[in-house]
C-alpha cells in the first residue's frame, strides 16, 4: 500500500518494500536531442559545450562576433569578409597566454611556416618537406620552422 503526503513542494511517498522492489510501470517521454552547434532556426547555441567555453571568458564578446560574422557569412570562400574580426580576436586572447596559450599537441607553427613558405614562392604548391640527402620523411611529416633556418630538411630551405 502506498501514501501520498503533499506538504508545499515536496512530495513524500511512503510504500511497502514489495511495492519498491517490483518494476516501475511508469514510461519516460524520450528526450529531446541535444540541439548541437546550431539550432533548428539556424542561429547558433553560445551554450554548446563543443565550443569548449571559448564563448564566455574574457575574450568571450571578440569570439561570439568573429564566429557569428564566419558562421553567417555568404561571401566566397566563406569567412573571407571576417578576417578584421578574428585578428581583433586573435589580439585579445594574445593578452591572455595563460587561458589561450598554445597546446603542446598544437600544429599551428608547422601550418604557419608551410604556409608562409608557399606565399614566399610566389603560390607555387610544394610538399612541406621531402628529400635530400638523410632528409627523407614519412608521409605527414613536414619540416620545423628551426630545421629550415638552419638550412636542413631538403629543398626549400628557406627563410626563417
Not at 65 to 91: I, T
Not at 112 to 123: K, Y
Not at 124 to 135: F, K, L, N, T
Amino acid at each position: 500500500m502506498t501514501f501520498l503526503y503533499r506538504g508545499g513542494k515536496d512530495v513524500v511517498v511512503v510504500a511497502a518494500r514489495e511495492e519498491l522492489r517490483a518494476p516501475s510501470r511508469e514510461t519516460l517521454p524520450p528526450a529531446a536531442p541535444a540541439p548541437g552547434l546550431v539550432l533548428p532556426d539556424g542561429s547558433i547555441n553560445w551554450g554548446c559545450p563543443c565550443l569548449g567555453g571559448m564563448a564566455t571568458g574574457p575574450c568571450g564578446p571578440q569570439f561570439r562576433e568573429a564566429f557569428s560574422c564566419f558562421h553567417y557569412s555568404e561571401a566566397d570562400p566563406k569567412g573571407s569578409d571576417c578576417y578584421e574580426k578574428f585578428s581583433v580576436m586573435q589580439g585579445c586572447m594574445a593578452d591572455y597566454p595563460e587561458l589561450y596559450g598554445k597546446d603542446e599537441d598544437d600544429d599551428d607553427d608547422e601550418l604557419s611556416a608551410a604556409l608562409e613558405q608557399a606565399a614566399g614562392e610566389g603560390g607555387e604548391q610544394r610538399a612541406v618537406g621531402g628529400g635530400g640527402e638523410g632528409g627523407e620523411r614519412a608521409a605527414g611529416e613536414g619540416v620545423g620552422r628551426d630545421e629550415r633556418a638552419a638550412g636542413k630538411g631538403g629543398e626549400g630551405g628557406g627563410r626563417a
